[in-house]
């Protein structure tokens, strides 16, 4: 019983398309976040929601655009793919933003833009 | 502007051989440094340290975090080859949201 998940796992696509992933968490968190993972293994911050409400949002291109339908999912999409988005997109969850509170990461999305 | 640093950047070593891998950091209010580990897939969890000088330990891995000198350390003894693996550290510094700055992680490789 997967504890953070996310689709698809892997995404090839063209430059200029658009793309969405998503992730849900069943640990019923309030807390979820995207990181992206780049080539050379560096996580970063792109969002955070609580409880569907937007509470980090690192300075990102306005082409990426995640939603939280209801606290459990948060989906990222992509308008206008480019090339240098091409990375593993990590989504998270952690109980809160305490400094005690874990997160926990989904298995990641590897998407390749050619 | 927060930053996490960590050292080696990769490291190579042998079945049975200790090894001490560090992360040193720079944040306002620092609240909570983490370590993961990740192979193929997701970073898993490892360790959360609060305080100076309690040691975490789980198996063969240990941790400890010095907040005067702003840096910790992850152990881990009498390696094996699963442990091979990007070891991340992160930190929670003030912003009340969160919010974890990465280092570049370390690469261990560890052969029979």
């Known amino acids: 019983d997967t504890a953070v998940s996310q689709t698809p796992k892997y995404l090839v696509t063209q430059m200029g398309n658009d793309k969405s992933i998503k992730c849900e968490q069943n640990l019923g968190h309030d807390t979820m976040y995207w990181y992206k993972q780049d080539s050379k293994k560096f996580l970063k911050i792109m969002f955070s929601y609580n409880n569907k409400e937007l509470i980090i949002n690192e300075t990102v291109p306005n082409r990426f655009s995640p939603k939280s339908p209801d606290k459990a999912h948060l989906n990222l999409h992509i308008n206008s793919l480019e090339l240098g988005d091409s990375a593993v997109y990590f989504c998270?969850?952690?109980?809160?933003?305490?400094?005690?509170?874990?997160?926990?990461f989904g298995p990641g999305t590897r998407l390749t833009v050619l | 502007e927060d930053k996490v640093v960590q050292s080696p950047l990769s490291l190579v070593v042998h079945e049975g051989d200790t090894v001490t891998l560090n992360c040193s950091y720079e944040?306002?209010?620092?609240?909570?440094l983490l370590w993961y580990k990740q192979e193929k897939k997701a970073p898993t969890f490892l360790f959360m340290l609060t305080s100076s000088g309690i040691e975490k330990k789980s198996g063969r891995l240990s941790s400890i975090l010095d907040k005067k000198e702003l840096f910790s350390i992850l152990n881990i003894t009498a390696t094996q080859t699963g442990d091979s693996a990007i070891y991340l550290c992160?930190?929670?510094?003030?912003?009340?949201?969160?919010?974890?700055?990465f280092g570049q992680g370390t690469t261990l490789q560890v052969k029979p």
């Open positions: 998270a969850s952690s109980r809160g933003q305490g400094r005690t509170d874990t997160q926990y």
């Open positions: 992160a930190v929670q510094g003030s912003s009340n949201t969160g919010k974890l700055i």
């Open positions: 944040v306002t209010n620092f609240r909570s």
